[in-house]
């Protein structure tokens, strides 16, 4: 109560000083300011500059910029690229103690180098752009709070240079897969986010209505089944930077609202994405670290750093199936087991797992990875061979019916990406699309519907295709070193306070 006294007395100083600034004959919010530079853009120009030669040059420029610290006879101004010294002249030290942090100001005068080595712009000219009401968090603990940062992520960007920095580096890695999809004849798409039919995807979808046309409609869990229809059409190559939505719960790496990237490229398999992917991360790796190896911390659930571990992208991924991978992290069971229903029930019971007593062997493997195998998998693995049960839009394997051609991508414990080789067959997905159908009506509220304009457009013909989905923000989190998904989204969705 103590702080909130004391914030709202700071809160009532400074709206007295905006209420002088109102009577008085100047705007208290003009508009007419333009800053000629930026605090990087003078700070790569001039590096080389010395104290001499700045004097000499006498460089006139103005810039503009919030007041993050008072110093006295310098103050600190942040803009967009960082952070510059403003020196405190005479005839401006009664503006500059009028000045709070927060303050949006914007100065004109001389480019100058302390003898510290420090650039700095001596004030000549001033004005007040916007008053700030409201005090920043103290400069010495700066905004801890981590709900606090996550609901008032303007504050969050105000204060921790780190977190700018995060989200820069997510817009670079966007950049670059767009770039680098368009440089492989990638043609970039737009697909409807409100469906009548959610698919694509098992997952709980958002469920709203349409008042002009009298129907519920769902917002998509996935672009899947409509890009699809464009390789249909005649795009054999095309992808699509999408936000979907799915009503699940929150965590550290589920958010309802997510980003993904989704492609889809003709006359190519799951093998060949496999290696794409390789190629896309480790570009990534490059552009946004300079170097093939990423490094990561490793935190407990309490957010205390026990390491750092570090991935390797310059080389091929390891490439292991569903069951090899299940027989190797648990040596007690044997692949029989797996492969039998009532075995692999009791298995899945011995592990803690609970059972439906629809789930059929497909399934159950799947549950017995999800709880003993997935975790575990830190240095980048494409787990391959998924059941059919559990892959209703995936091609079928020639050399194993039982199995799809498919992989996901595990890096750090968490799943990253899904590929595989699309199922063409319209027949063959009209009766996946009617177990999964079944499945529904037996209370499964993530199984797919039927979706019969897809069946009709794989009926004029699909050609043979391959498509993946990369999860963007468990991508930017890999990349930025980021332990929540939390920390990777702008505004993540919070439970009212």
């Known amino acids: 109560m103590t702080e909130q006294r004391d914030e709202n007395k700071l809160i009532a100083e400074r709206r007295a000083k905006l209420n002088k600034l109102r009577s008085g004959s100047n705007t208290p919010f003009p508009n007419d300011f333009k800053p000629k530079a930026l605090a990087d853009q003078l700070e790569k120009t001039y590096s080389l500059a010395t104290k001499q030669d700045l004097e000499t040059l006498r460089h006139q420029t103005s810039v503009a910029g919030r007041v993050m610290r ?81 609901r008032q992520r303007y504050l969050d960007l105000i204060v921790n240079s780190d977190v700018r920095s995060s989200f820069r580096a997510r817009s670079k890695i966007i950049t670059y897969i767009r770039d680098f999809l368009n440089s492989e004849n990638f043609l970039e798409v737009e697909t409807p986010m409100l469906q009548p039919i959610p698919g694509g995807a098992a997952a709980r ?64 398999d799951y093998n060949d994405l496999m290696k794409f992917t390789e190629r896309l991360l480790s570009g990534i790796a490059r552009e946004i670290l300079g170097s093939d190896r990423v490094i990561n911390t490793k935190r407990d659930e309490y957010g205390n750093k026990l390491g750092e571990v570090e991935y390797d992208f310059s080389k091929p991924f390891r490439r292991i199936s569903v069951m090899d991978s299940i027989l190797l992290f648990n040596p007690t069971i044997v692949s029989d087991e797996l492969l039998n229903l009532e075995q692999a ?39 391959t061979n998924y059941p059919i049960e559990v892959s209703p839009l995936a091609r079928r394997s020639d050399a194993n019916p039982s199995v799809s051609d498919r992989f996901e991508l595990f890096i750090g414990g968490r799943e990253v990406a899904n590929g595989f080789s699309e199922l063409n067959d319209p027949e063959d997905q009209a009766n996946r699309f009617s177990a999964q159908l079944n499945q529904k009506n037996s209370g499964d509220e993530e199984a797919m519907y039927f979706d019969e304009d897809y069946i009709k457009a794989l009926e004029y013909g699909m050609p043979p295709t391959a498509g993946e989905g990369i999860g963007i923000d468990r991508l930017v989190m890999l990349f930025t070193d980021s332990s929540s998904i939390r920390d990777v989204l702008l505004f993540p969705h919070m439970r009212l306070e």
Not at 80 to 91: D, E, F, N
């Open 345 to 383: 029930q009791r298995v899945a019971v011995d592990l803690g797992i609970s059972v439906d007593a629809n789930w059929g062997v497909g399934k159950l493997q799947i549950e017995i990875f999800e709880k003993t195998v997935e975790h575990r998998l830190e240095q980048p693995t494409f787990v």
């Open 70 to 150: 008072n110093r006295g006879s310098f103050i600190v101004i942040q803009d967009r690229s960082g952070a510059i010294q403003l020196y405190v002249t005479k005839h401006s030290r009664v503006f500059v103690k009028n000045l709070d942090l927060g303050d949006i100001i914007g100065v004109e005068g001389i480019l100058c180098r302390s003898g510290r080595g420090e650039l700095y712009v001596e004030i000549e000219t001033f004005t007040l752009l916007t008053k700030s009401l409201r005090p920043l968090p103290d400069k010495f603990y700066g905004l801890a709070d981590r709900e606090m940062r996550y």
């Open 205 to 268: 979808p958002f469920v709203t209505h349409h008042n002009a046309m009298a129907i519920d409609m769902y917002l998509r869990i996935a672009p899947e089944l409509y890009l699809k229809r464009l390789v249909v059409g005649g795009f054999e190559r095309v992808y699509e930077i999408n936000r979907s939505f799915r009503n699940e719960g929150l965590s550290t790496r589920h958010n309802p609202e997510f980003t993904m990237l989704e492609f889809y490229q003709a006359y190519a």
